[in-house]
């Protein structure tokens, strides 16, 4: 597995794992948006398949946010979103913030236990955050710049 960085013609790839992740997906329009906008934007991919990715920017001066992170269902629990995000994470910890943020459904059992295990803490509920309804967990992770967990 490789990890690079997203280039326009894994737009078409990128938003298929985004719809079959998520109930509620960004439009590929917004995928384009952002990334003409310069965030950082990675993709794994696999014998030259990409099989994952992950955008993530500064959203205020001194915070980093993962804007959304997925792996294709047939090829999870391969190492792709661990590396992913340790790869994100690395970057924007060389960028002088305090921590990084990100949103998970309260649901996600499994997504909250894997953002834990890079030492994420779970900070507060933001209700009806989704078109459902449901509320987003919002996990944060304080960021020293000299090391980044691997647990």
């Given at each position: 597995m490789k990890?690079?960085?997203?280039?326009?013609?894994?737009?078409k790839r990128v938003f298929e794992i985004e719809n079959m992740s998520f109930d509620q997906s960004y439009g590929i329009n917004m995928f384009q948006?952002?990334?003409?906008?310069?965030?950082?934007?990675?993709?794994?991919?696999e014998d030259?398949?990409?099989?994952?990715?992950?955008?993530?920017?500064?959203?205020y001066?001194?915070?980093?946010?993962i804007?959304?992170?997925?792996?294709?269902?047939?090829y999870r629990r391969l190492g792709a979103g661990r590396e992913l995000l340790?790869?994100?994470?690395?970057?924007l910890s060389l960028l002088n913030i305090d921590a990084i943020y990100l949103e998970v459904?309260?649901?996600?059992?499994?997504?909250?236990?894997?953002?834990?295990?890079?030492?994420f803490i779970k900070?507060?509920?933001?209700p009806g955050y989704y078109d459902t309804g449901e509320g987003a967990l919002i996990m944060y992770l304080p960021v020293n710049r000299s090391k980044v967990s691997r647990k």
């Open positions: 990890v690079r960085k997203f280039v326009p013609k894994d737009l948006q952002l990334y003409e906008m310069g965030i950082g934007f990675l993709v794994a991919e030259d398949y990409v099989i994952g990715y992950v955008m993530f920017w500064i959203k001066e001194n915070q980093g946010h804007i959304s992170i997925a792996v294709d269902k047939n340790i790869r994100a994470i690395s970057i459904r309260q649901s996600n059992v499994g997504a909250i236990k894997f953002y834990e295990q890079f030492n900070d507060r509920v933001v």
